[in-house]
């Protein structure tokens, strides 16, 4: 996952140092990128989920 993190953001133009700390929107973009193993539901998708456990 390092190599993957490596080089997405070197495409980003960003520089890897010791750490990095990813926030919910960063862990979405990069899941739809592949990045963070599975990919992460969409806005519409995760409100169709809410919707369906309130109407269970």
Known sequence: ??????????????ELLDHVIVTRSDHTSMARLGLMG????????A?????ERYLA
């Open 38 to 45: 599975s990919e992460a539901p969409s806005a519409r998708e």
């Open 1 to 14: 996952m390092t190599t993957d993190l490596s080089t997405a953001s070197s495409t980003m133009g960003i």
């Open 47 to 51: 409100g169709e989920a809410r919707t």
